[in-house]
């Protein structure tokens, strides 16, 4: 019943940027926090940033500095603008959200399928 779909990813060279989006759609009553994680070949999934529905953020420290997360809550999206790409950000990247539906009251996580992003000269 709920979908996130991101957007954005490709390929690009080191020192470029990228702008993810990611689109939650469905019955949703609301959403609480959202986030942005990453999982390279071979390597654990790790969380990137975060961002709650009143707009605080928090972020891993090899991105500090060079990402920036945001939301539209009118349109249930998370956006993740990267600049000053390295190498090592090469990853898949994959949203998620807190998310309550209507007439349940609880809430529960759903993650989107994931975009390549690739950073290579």
């Known amino acids: 019943q709920v979908h996130l779909v991101e957007s954005g990813g490709g390929l690009v060279q080191p020192g470029g940027s990228l702008r993810l989006s990611c689109a939650a759609s469905?019955?949703?009553?609301?959403?609480?926090?959202m986030g942005w994680y990453r999982q390279a070949p071979g390597k654990q999934r790790e969380l990137v940033a975060i961002?709650?529905?009143?707009?605080?953020?928090n972020y891993t420290n090899s991105v500090k500095g060079r990402f920036t997360i945001s939301r539209d809550n009118a349109k249930n999206t998370v956006y993740l603008q990267m600049n000053s790409l390295k190498p090592e950000d090469t990853a898949v990247y994959y949203c998620?959200?807190?998310?309550?539906?209507?007439?349940?009251?609880?809430?529960?996580?759903?993650w989107g399928q994931g975009t390549q992003v690739t950073v290579s000269s």
């Open positions: 469905g019955s949703i009553f609301r959403i609480n926090d």
């Open positions: 998620n959200g807190d998310i309550a539906r209507f007439w349940y009251s609880g809430t529960v996580t759903y």
């Open positions: 961002i709650t529905s009143g707009g605080s953020t």
